[in-house]
């Protein structure tokens, strides 16, 4: 397994609170990804990195902000909490081969409650 | 812009029984396509990928999917379910390239449950 670790594994925090949650990986991969998953929705990109200090925003990055100020951390920002923001985030890490292509690891998930 | 429909949200099938989710997928050049396996409560597993070459490919536990360009498809077969496969499964679709990151766009998943 790809080692990936999220933290914290489950948080319920109030609306307008900022909250920030964290992925941590061993495997010195240059790309890490947050998604949120919902039902009937799948996953969907949040934010990426393809490099120390390099983001760019997914599809659905609205109050939502990231760092990676190491190449093994990667961290959301939810600004100010909204309870349309409950759902579970995973973050993934990828290393692109000399084909242009690379597969995604997952981490195991973090379970975000907005009351 | 890329996109991944899985037309069954539920299926159900009985143990030793043969399996097959289906995925479509709509991208302009050639796709990078996986399948992810999820248990409750856990993350995504990656069950097998096509890059390129043989249009089928076989995967972990006993998974193949056949890469089909004429009906962009990319469907998921088990010859025997057995009942720990019972979990969620996404197709995705990614854009390669080098020096960008490989974006994957998920399927809303199937749920497959099995019965004994």
């Known amino acids: 397994d790809a080692g990936i670790t999220q933290s914290p594994r489950h948080k319920v925090t109030e609306t307008g609170t900022p909250v920030t949650l964290r992925c941590h990986q061993t495997?010195?991969?240059?790309?890490m990804y947050w998604y949120r998953q919902d039902p009937g929705h799948g996953l969907r990109l949040i934010h990426y990195s393809y490099g120390v200090k390099d983001t760019d925003k997914g599809e659905v990055s609205d109050g939502y902000s990231v760092s990676r100020s190491k190449t093994e951390d990667f961290l959301l920002t939810l600004e100010s909490a909204t309870s349309s923001q409950t759902s579970v985030y995973f973050c993934?890490?990828?290393?692109?081969?000399?084909?242009?292509?690379?597969?995604?690891?997952f981490g195991p998930g973090t379970r975000l409650t907005v009351t | 812009a890329q996109s991944v429909t899985q037309p069954d949200i539920h299926i159900t099938v009985s143990e030793g029984a043969s399996l097959e989710l289906r995925c479509n997928y709509s991208?302009?050049?050639?796709?990078?396509l996986f399948w992810y396996v999820q248990s409750p409560g856990q993350g995504l597993q990656l069950l097998l990928k096509?890059?390129?070459?043989?249009?089928l490919v076989q995967g972990i536990k006993g998974f193949e999917a056949e890469f089909k360009r004429s009906q962009s498809s990319f469907n998921l077969r088990k010859p025997s379910v057995h009942w720990s496969d019972a979990a969620e499964y996404f197709c995705a679709v990614g854009a390669g390239g080098t020096g960008t990151a490989s974006k994957l766009t998920f399927g809303t998943g199937t749920r497959l449950q099995v019965t004994l």
């Open positions: 991208y302009g050049a050639t796709p990078y």
């Open positions: 993934a890490i990828s290393e692109i081969t000399g084909t242009g292509a690379g597969e995604q690891y």
């Open positions: 495997e010195n991969h240059r790309y």
């Open positions: 096509y890059f390129s070459g043989d249009t």
